[in-house]
Every structure is written in C-alpha cells, then in structure tokens.
C-alpha cells in the first residue's frame, strides 16, 4: 500500500457526537496537513506537523483537536460539531515543513466527507 | 505576500479540443508552482510542478504548463480534452524561502462536453 490513505471515506455524525478521523502515510515524509474543503469555498488549512511537532494551527477552533503520535499517523479528533464543520476533510503530506529548493508537492489522500446533523 | 487567482471557475470545452485553464499568481520570492487536479469524491493529485528549472513543464495525462514571470502567470493547457479530464483543477504556489506553505487558488471545474 503506497501513498496517503483516509480513514473513514464517510462519517454521520450528530452535533454531540466524538469521533476521530485518520490519516495514514506510507511515503516516509516527515510533514503532514490537514485541510478542509467546503464547497465554493478554497482549501483551507488547519494544522500542519513536521517530525510530530505541531508547527502551524490557524485559528482553528477547539472543537478540532489535532494528534500525531508518530510520523506516518495523524488524528482529527471531532466533539461537539457544527452543521457548518459539514465538508471534506483533506489530509496531505510532503517530506519536509520547509520546501528548501525544488518545491516539494504534498500528497493528498481522498479525504474524509463529514456531515454533521 | 503570495496568492493565486485562477481566472475562470468554469470551463467547456468539447471532446478533442483545446484546454486552456488560467492561473496568475504573486510572489515575493521566486516561486515554486503547482497544478492538481481533483476528481469527485477523490483528493488532489499532482499534475505538474514548475521550480525554476524548464519554463514549460510537462505533466502526466498530457497536460504542461508555462511559467511566464513577465505576466506572473502559470496557465495549464493540453492539446485534447479527454472526457476522462471532467474534474476541478487547483493552481497552487509555494514561496520556497518562507516554507512549504501552499496558497490555493479557487479552483477551475473543467466540463467536456462529447
């Protein structure tokens, strides 16, 4: 199995609800990202790590609670949605934080499709 | 501060034809640019990426790109649509001194018509 794989592809959930999304990558970066994408809107940002270290955090709120506990895994952990937080959830990875020469691309995996009811 | 305008949210284009998709960009630094393509229910896959090597870029599935710093622009083409190229394409630039931060453009939804 090679690249960046999402797990669950789909989720319904309840506003009071908890549940985790995953991201898995198997292309030995040391970055990974998550993002979310909302219709008619552009990706957005949300976290990014680098070596397992949280780097970035923009501005997103509490209700999103972000894990990296190795390299290759990343958590999104959901509690208490909003029917706005409805969209697809983007996990992407790229072998550094930092591009250096040669602009690295992130990878992305197929993205977890949220709904909040 | 680096953005990116992709100039058209919406292209039609007929099987076999032309496809021209536009993306201007601003940068302080010297850019490193990026094309994805995003199928429904699928993520972002990598087209192509310019890093100030060759100007024109090739890429898979038969599209290139043209870096053009004088217009600041990166627009992707391809001789022939195919209808397999039905999808959202996402023009992207990453300013390689301030870090590996990507800056989207909206998006451009290619239609091919048969």
């Known amino acids: 199995e090679t690249g960046v794989t999402q797990t669950p592809r789909h989720l319904v959930m309840g506003m009071t609800n908890k549940k985790s999304l995953k991201c898995e990558q198997h292309?030995?970066?040391?970055?990974m990202y998550w993002y979310k994408q909302s219709a008619k809107k552009p990706l957005e940002l949300m976290f990014v790590?680098?070596?397992?270290?949280?780097?970035e955090n923009n501005s997103v709120p509490s209700r999103f609670s972000p894990e990296c506990p190795n390299s290759s895994h990343l958590f999104l952990h959901l509690h208490t949605l909003q029917p706005e937080d409805s969209a697809l959830y983007l996990c992407?990875?790229?072998?550094?934080?930092?591009?250096?020469?040669?602009?690295?691309?992130?990878?992305f995996g197929d993205g977890t499709r949220l709904s909040i009811l | 501060a680096q953005s990116v305008t992709q100039l058209d949210s919406h292209v039609s284009v007929s099987e076999g034809t032309p496809v021209l998709l536009r993306c201007n960009y601003s940068?302080?630094?010297?850019?490193?640019l990026f094309w994805y393509v995003q199928h429904p229910n699928k993520g972002l896959q990598l087209l192509l990426k310019?890093?100030?090597?060759?100007?024109l870029v090739k890429g898979i599935n038969g599209f290139e790109a043209e870096f053009k710093k004088s217009e600041t622009s990166f627009h992707l083409t391809k001789p022939s649509a195919h209808m397999s190229d039905a999808a959202e394409y996402f023009c992207?630039?990453?300013?390689?001194?301030?870090?590996?931060?990507?800056?989207f453009g909206t998006g451009t939804s290619l239609t091919v018509i048969p």
């Open positions: 992407a990875s790229s072998q550094d934080r930092y591009a250096g020469t040669g602009g690295q691309p992130q990878h």
């Open positions: 310019y890093t100030s090597a060759a100007t």
């Open positions: 940068s302080s630094y010297s850019p490193s």
């Open positions: 992207v630039v990453s300013d390689r001194v301030t870090g590996n931060q990507f800056y």
């Open positions: 292309l030995g970066h040391n970055a």
């Open positions: 790590y680098s070596l397992e270290e949280r780097v």
